[in-house]
C-alpha cells in the first residue's frame, strides 16, 4: 500500500512538472516572433525602400529577390535588426543582412534590386551615323536609368539639328556621346561677335560639342586653337 502510494505521488509530480514544462514553451513560442521567407522579403524591400529616392520626375521601385519558401521560419525574440551588409550600399544592387540577435543569433541575406525610372528621350526609328535629328525622330520613353551609361536629356530641343554619331535602335535613350551638333575633325563656322562687330572665320572642330557646351576649335587661317561655345550646327562663337 505504501508503496502504491509513492508511485501515485511520483506520477502526479511527474505530470505537474510536464504539464509546467510544456506551459514554459508554449509561452516562449507565444513570446517570439515567426519570419517566414515572406516576411523576410517584407523587411528588407521595407528598409530600401524607405531610404533610396526617386530621380527627379521619376520613380524608383524595390524588389527584394525571392528566397526559398521552402526555409523553415525562423524565430526571434525581438524584431531583428536589418540593414545594410558589408561593403553593401543602395545602388541597383544591394545586399540586406537581417539579423537575430539573443538566444536564437541568426543571420539572413536578402538581395534586393533597385529600378530608378524616368522619362527620357529616345529614339522614335532606328537612326544611323551621320543622319540630323529632326523633332519627329524623337519621343518620350520610361527607362531605367541604372541601364544609361552617360547623360541622357529630358529636352528634345536640346538634340533637334544635331548628328547622331553611331547607330541608334528605336526606344533606346539618346545620350551625349551618341549626338553632336559640333562633330571632331569637321568644319566649322567660327563667329567673333561683341554689342557692334561680327566677324566669322573658317575653322575645324577638335572636339564634339552640343549646344552651349564648351569645346576647342583651330582657326583654318592661323592655326590656332581656341575655346568657343557651341552656339548652332556647326557653328561656335567667341565673345570679344
Known amino acids: 500500500m505504501i508503496v502504491r502510494k509513492s508511485l501515485l505521488i511520483s506520477s502526479i509530480f511527474f505530470i505537474v512538472c510536464s504539464f509546467n514544462s510544456v506551459n514554459a514553451e508554449t509561452k516562449v513560442s507565444e513570446d517570439s516572433l515567426r519570419f517566414n521567407y515572406k516576411a523576410l522579403q517584407e523587411l528588407a524591400h521595407n528598409y ?102 552617360s547623360n541622357v536629356f529630358t529636352d528634345m530641343t536640346a538634340l533637334v539639328g544635331a548628328r547622331i554619331k553611331k547607330r541608334i535602335t528605336a526606344g533606346q535613350a539618346i545620350s551625349a556621346s551618341d549626338t553632336c551638333l559640333v562633330c571632331e575633325g569637321q568644319s566649322v563656322t567660327i563667329v567673333a561677335q561683341d554689342k557692334t562687330l561680327r566677324i566669322t572665320a573658317a575653322g575645324k572642330a577638335l572636339a564634339d560639342g552640343l549646344k552651349g557646351e564648351s569645346v576647342v576649335v583651330e582657326n583654318a587661317r592661323s592655326n590656332k586653337s581656341i575655346q568657343a561655345v557651341v552656339t548652332g550646327l556647326n557653328e561656335v562663337t567667341v565673345n570679344l
Open 48 to 149: 530600401v525602400e524607405q531610404r533610396v529616392s526617386a530621380p527627379d520626375n521619376g520613380r524608383v521601385e524595390v524588389v527584394a529577390n525571392n528566397l526559398d519558401p521552402r526555409m523553415v521560419p525562423k524565430i526571434c525574440a525581438q524584431q531583428p535588426k536589418v540593414g545594410l551588409a558589408t561593403n553593401a550600399n543602395l545602388d541597383s544592387y544591394t545586399t540586406i543582412e537581417i539579423e537575430c540577435v539573443g538566444k536564437a543569433n541568426w543571420r539572413t541575406y536578402v538581395p534586393v534590386r533597385v529600378y530608378r525610372y524616368k522619362n527620357v528621350v529616345t529614339a522614335a526609328s532606328p537612326m544611323a551615323p551621320g543622319q540630323m535629328i529632326s523633332e519627329s525622330d524623337l519621343v518620350f520613353s520610361e527607362v531605367d536609368l541604372n541601364r544609361v551609361r
